[in-house]
């Protein structure tokens, strides 16, 4: 072979090993930078799965799976055939408990991709060896965590946070478990089953510790920090295995769903390790939120209850704040209705989103971008909520946490520190929820007190909404 032949087999070696995995990764980047704005997410969401797709015949031309091609394919008909079926059946409603599942069976694949590294022998440095320990012990507790969250929120758990007695501790202790572990493993050479067994148990029960006792605000910060825990696991297991694709793919999502996670606990006055191991939050800022709010209540006006409908017409500005009530429901499409009729009549009506409000980070957004409501009405929690002291009426569809004003008092409480939307401060409001119970926290809501400037449409909210609009006529 000539020396023009080997540089040009050389450079084919490193276009397709180097630069065909960064080209891909920067293609589900930016497909992911696309997803974050509302008119290009589809587009943004189709480019990513372009680029996964090229990923999988990528790696099926580099590698030699002559011995097990059989079995791969079949795999693939399967996988696709039932994320078909799941596509066409799924509810939106379904939505949050199908992000944590799909999250779960990410970090399950990453730990089967470690145990079998481990137990082939394939991982013969140390560094191989921590990564796939790594890979490992994340992978399972990403596992069991979000088939825990998945549960809770398709009801078959129950909802409420459960924590057990040391539970904090007993949390730390699994954490520390799993590093002495994963330490250990380069020590003790060709002893890797026992590490295996010992891992998966531990990175199960931590995952299983960490989501039982969620419950609240927290859930959408422990949905995209799971989110964030698959990719790790996977880019870890790519460490392990030398796979550049694998590492650049799981480092994005992991990055991506960090990001999230912080952005979502810096707006709900918590910190990483709180949600982590179960740490109260800040009580500086709900004391303060406290005393703004009561300085509010003196200058509120104290209207008689009326007519829901005659409130509608008296309103010349509307803020209307949706929550998981409307997606239970699935009133999104009532919701629109309203508003559009409302602005027919020169109204200027807004939506404020809470950043936990549904069960899953951007959940609101995902329903009203659904029945086609313009984004530029979408206004996050700290960009709106000055302006209801402003504001002739609120309306609450299906919220009640994100609402409640007992998050600035009631200490100890699972939303006490929660920064909450101060709908109270409004003129009017108008609550349309199914009934006066706690909300999925399980706390008492002092707004359902019968205040004279707030009225309660008990019931589903479609069916009260159906009642608003034809009483508009």
């Not at 008119?39 to 799965?49: H, P």
């Not at 329903?367 to 504001?391: Q, S, W």
Request: one cysteine or more; hydrophobic letters at 50%; a negative charge.
């Amino acid at each position: 072979m000539t020396n023009t032949e080997t540089a040009s087999l050389d450079l084919m070696t490193l276009i397709l090993n180097i630069g065909l995995p960064l080209v891909l990764s920067l293609g589900v980047l930016y497909g992911i930078k696309l997803m974050s704005r509302v008119k290009t997410a589809v587009k943004g969401n189709a480019i990513s799965a372009l680029c996964m797709l090229l990923a999988i015949i990528y790696v099926f031309l580099r590698t030699d799976v002559s011995g097990s091609l059989v079995y791969i394919i079949l795999g693939l008909i399967i996988g696709t055939l039932i994320s078909i079926v799941i596509a066409v059946k799924v509810k939106m409603i379904q939505m949050p408990q199908m992000v944590g599942l799909l999250n779960g069976l990410g970090g399950l694949a990453s730990a089967l991709a470690a145990i079998l590294t481990l137990l082939s022998g394939e991982a013969q440095s140390g560094f191989s060896l921590v990564t796939s320990g790594l890979a490992l012990a994340v992978g399972a507790l990403t596992f069991s965590g979000s088939m825990v969250a998945s549960g809770k929120l398709h009801g078959i758990m129950d909802q409420k946070p459960k924590v057990f007695p040391g539970h904090q501790a007993i949390t730390v202790l699994m954490a520390l478990g799993m590093l002495v572990l994963i330490v250990l493993l380069p020590v003790t050479t060709g002893q890797n089953a026992p590490f295996c067994v010992l891992l998966s148990v531990l990175g199960l029960l931590f995952g299983y510790f960490f989501a039982i006792r969620v419950g609240g605000a927290d859930m959408p910060i422990t949905i995209s920090l799971l989110n964030s825990t698959s990719g790790v696991a996977a880019g870890i297991a790519g460490m392990a295995l030398g796979d550049i694709l694998l590492v650049s793919v799981g480092g994005i999502v992991g990055a991506s769903g960090l990001l999230l996670t912080q952005i979502m606990c810096h707006s709900m006055n918590r910190s990483l390790s709180a949600v982590l191991f179960g740490k109260a939050p800040d009580k500086s800022k709900p004391q303060e939120a406290k005393a703004h709010t009561e300085a509010k209540a003196e200058t509120r006006d104290e209207a008689t209850p009326a007519d829901p409908v005659a409130w509608l017409e008296e309103a010349d500005s509307i803020i209307i704040i949706p929550g998981y009530g409307m997606a239970i429901s699935q009133a999104q499409e009532q919701v629109k209705t309203l508003s559009d009729r409302l602005e027919a009549k020169g109204k200027s009506v807004r939506f404020a989103i809470h950043p936990v409000a549904g069960r899953m980070p951007g959940h609101m957004n995902v329903l009203l971008a659904e029945v086609d409501v313009p984004y530029d009405k979408l206004f996050e929690m700290d960009a709106i909520n000055a302006d209801f002291a402003k504001t002739d009426l609120a309306i609450v569809i299906g919220a009640n946490d994100v609402v409640n004003p007992a998050a600035n008092i009631a200490e100890g409480t699972p939303i006490y520190g929660m920064p909450v939307l101060s709908a109270e401060d409004a003129r009017r409001l108008m609550i349309l929820n199914f009934d006066t119970k706690p909300g999925y926290a399980g706390v008492d809501n002092p707004l359902y007190d019968g205040a004279p400037n707030i009225h309660l449409m008990l019931g589903d909210a479609k069916e009260s909404l159906e009642k608003l609009l034809k009483g508009m006529g």
